[in-house]
């Protein structure tokens, strides 16, 4: 089965509901391979919709990229993380309400320099930013866990 194929498959096990038109939330079926990977993502901070959201907003990006292989895969999450980003500073608040520590996790790998130009709502970015990228890693890596099990 190819990677295309695995996350079409994932996909169908997830939901977005929406209510009078509006997004709801995303949900996983307890029965799917994808739902304890979900779990994991949370970090102990159950539900949160932005992980349901994120991890279905991933799988879609890595489905259709069109690579065929675990490394090319992990060559494209990057993009797919910055591209996944929140810009909404009330939605970036929100998020780190429950995972600020992606903040500090990010200044130290990444580096800040503080200016004019570059705000704390940035920092938070950078921390969402970097939060995505080792979600996408970790997706990638279940992907091919799936794979090698249904030895494909």
Known sequence: MSYEKLCEKLLEDMKREFKGGEYLRTTCSEN????????????????QD???????????SLG????????????????FADSLTDIYNHELLEWCKC??????????????EAGPDFTFMDLVRMGQCRQLDSMGHALVDFLAEQKEANHE
């Open 32 to 47: 799917s391979p994808l739902y304890q990977f979900i779990q994991d993502q949370h970090e102990g901070f159950l539900p």
């Open 50 to 60: 932005w992980i349901f959201s994120k991890v279905y907003d991933l799988l879609a």
């Open 99 to 112: 995972f600020y520590h992606h903040i500090d996790e990010a200044v130290s790998d990444f580096g800040y």
């Open 64 to 79: 259709s990229s069109k690579v065929e292989d675990q490394e090319g895969l992990r060559d494209e999450v990057a993009g």
